[in-house]
């Protein structure tokens, strides 16, 4: 027993290292979330290979880190079911900070998988969830939800939204410490500028993000902005500042080769070089970089610049291959801006529909959530209850045995109060014997040879008197012996009594072993014969007497002793003890109620010298209960 506690208290053991290696692997995990996530990708993929081992609140968060470490390696991460029961769990668990990583995931796996409403919606849920009051806010998650905000505002022309959204993205990114998050956070409000046709805001907001980004050293973002600034002051044909960001824009932003070349998606400022040189009267130039700008994919602007050079240089065939080609790419980037206004549309209204069925579905949780209460609750109850029954029947339990010690120390002091009345009869006997012969012996020490005739005389008279002592001593030692005998007669038929006590309660120890045990349910099922249940075997009655002659060895004793009775009598014996009913018997000894009458008959007589079977149950009762 002490050999099994030790191993469990091992496991125990082993489980809270696991578990504790585990939870510190997780805290250094959510360390390189910022850091170095494709790390931290890496280590929840391999605790993620032995989830079993894991407790409930241990996968969640692995899961949960393992998604963030995704998104932040540029990975897709499409399994909405796991992200919305991440959601879940953590709306009822773990910090504030975990509720909002958790939204955070949700609404960029709806993202990946094209879902702009719901990644909208979440992604809300996930800035609200965002405790700032705490100390250990996290603002670098922050810094990207209210960056995905602003660029959902931006997708659906909402410039009041996106400037809101930036303006809080720079106030989390300050209080992160974060310098290029909050520079850019200032930078894209140009963009919001842009759309509200607020055009002086985006030239001023572009000098001033341009002189933060030099002042802190990083010349190539500073010149990186200027694409917007440049595009506006060619529309206004305000060529010398124009010229004066496109050489900045040239020389400092780090986007060209060492063949004048632009980096590959940023073929746009051909075209705003191609405006300048048209608008400086150089239009050969403005050709070749409306060309290069056409080879990079610009189509609309580099046909619109090529229209336009052609028709300073007045060539009518160039004007009309380009006016249709320019048309041409119009109308279809009209279809294509007039197609994402409806998808804008159809999104507001999927969102609108996403809405009312998150609200039904919410509701529905709170009703399923409420029953699953009302459950837990009446297990509680329950458990509650059968607790308290077990309380109290252990509390009985050990009255019971309290109970039985005290009758059993009873029971002794009964036997050893018998054994100091015995002793006392024994040793007033001895007294008796002891005292009578003295006085004998004394008597006849006083004697003499040559006694007269006067001394025969007294002699006579100390006779009588010795005698009368000795009748004296005799009367009073029956009396004491009365006594005792009394005494003792007394304590006797209290230790019978007390006798009966401990073997009733001993008996009831032994019937519920036994009839616990897995011989005796096989024993009561074979009266109860089933198709294809084979008879008891000769096993089956050794493992039953073995397990009887323990639990009840008194009995067993007196029905075995000197080989009165036969073993299928002995059998007989001790089904009626064990409780069986005569059918009972027939069934599992496989004979007739005759036969079993029988053997009744030849129990009784051989045990109690009665010559019939009804008395013989009674009389083993009697004999021992």
């Known amino acids: ?38 790390t931290a990708l890496a280590i929840t993929d391999s605790i993620m290979q032995d989830s079993t081992r894991l407790s409930r609140a241990e996968q969640m968060r692995t899961r949960l880190y393992r998604g963030v470490a995704r998104i932040r390696t ?63 806010c996290d603002y670098y998650t922050m810094v990207s939800i209210y960056g995905h905000l602003a660029n959902l505002y931006h997708k659906q022309v909402l ?30 409000q140009m963009r919001a500028y842009t759309l509200s046709k607020e055009i002086d805001k985006v030239l001023c907001i572009a000098d001033s993000a341009r002189k933060n980004y030099k002042y802190l050293g990083y010349d190539n973002m500073a010149a990186t902005l200027l694409i917007t600034p440049i595009s506006l002051y060619l529309d206004r044909a305000d060529y010398k500042k124009a010229k004066e ?179 006392d009869l024994r040793l007033l006997k001895y007294e008796y014997d002891e005292v009578v012969t003295g006085k004998i012996e004394k008597e006849q020490q006083k004697e003499s040879p040559d006694k007269c005739a006067g001394n025969i005389i007294i002699e006579k008279d100390n006779t009588k008197s010795i005698g009368s002592e000795i009748a004296s001593l005799h009367e009073n030692y029956l009396r004491k012996i009365e006594e005792k005998d009394k005494e003792l007669k007394t304590l006797i038929e209290e230790e019978e009594r007390l006798q009966k006590n401990v073997t009733f309660s001993r008996s009831v120890e032994s019937d519920a072993r036994f009839m616990d045990s897995a011989i005796y349910s096989k024993f009561c099922h074979s009266c109860f014969p089933q198709k294809g249940q084979h008879a008891l075997t000769d096993n089956d009655w ?3 007497m073995s397990l009887f002659r323990e639990c009840y060895p008194t009995y067993y004793a007196f029905i075995s002793h000197n080989n009165v009775l036969r073993q299928t009598q002995i059998r007989v014996c001790a089904l009626i003890r064990a409780g069986f009913r005569p059918g009972d018997k027939c069934l599992i000894l496989d004979v007739n109620s005759s036969k079993i009458n029988k053997l009744k008959i030849q129990i009784n007589k051989k045990l109690f010298g009665k010559d019939d079977a009804k008395s013989l149950k009674n009389n083993l009762a009697a004999h021992f209960y």
């Open 542 to 544: 050794e493992q039953f």
């Open 74 to 136: 540029y990975n897709p991460v499409t399994d909405d079911s796991t992200a919305t029961a991440i959601a879940r769990y953590y709306d009822s668990h773990g910090t504030p900070n975990d509720r909002m990583m958790a939204y955070y995931l949700l609404g960029c796996t709806y993202r990946d998988l094209g879902d702009t409403p719901m990644q909208l919606e979440c992604l809300q849920k996930a800035a609200e969830a965002a405790d700032t009051t705490q100390a250990d």
């Open 245 to 423: 960001y496109l050489d900045i824009y040239e020389r400092e932003s780090g986007l060209f080769d060492k063949n004048g070349n632009i980096e590959k998606g940023r073929e746009y400022h051909y075209f705003n070089k191609g405006r300048y040189l048209l608008g400086v009267e150089k239009t050969d130039s403005a050709i070749f970089y409306f060309h290069r700008a056409l080879n990079g994919g610009k189509k609309e602007e580099a046909y619109y610049g090529l229209l336009t050079a052609y028709e300073k240089k007045n060539i009518p065939d160039s004007i009309s291959k380009y006016a249709k080609l320019f048309a041409s790419t119009n109308d279809s980037a009209w279809l294509a801006k007039n197609s994402q206004t409806v998808a804008q549309m159809t999104a507001m209204y999927d969102y609108s529909r996403h809405k009312k069925q998150a609200e039904e579905a919410t509701s529905k949780y709170i009703k399923e959530r409420e029953k699953i209460l009302i459950l837990i609750s009446l297990l509680l109850l329950a458990l509650g209850i059968i607790a308290f029954a077990l309380f109290i029947i252990r509390k009985h339990r050990i009255a019971e045995e309290e109970r039985e010690r005290q009758t059993q120390k009873v029971y002794d002091d009964a036997i050893l109060a018998i054994h100091h009345a015995q002793n």
């Open 1 to 38: 027993m002490r050999k099994i506690f030790y191993f469990i208290l091992a496991l125990l053991l082993l489980a809270c290292c696991h578990r504790g290696e585990t939870s510190r692997t997780l805290s250094h995990v959510d360390s390189l979330l910022r850091t170095d996530p494709a």
């Open 159 to 188: 410039p009041e939204e996106e400037l809101k959204a930036l303006k809080v993205l720079g106030e989390c990114a300050k209080k992160d410490n974060d310098t290029i998050s909050f520079l850019q956070s200032f930078e894209l």
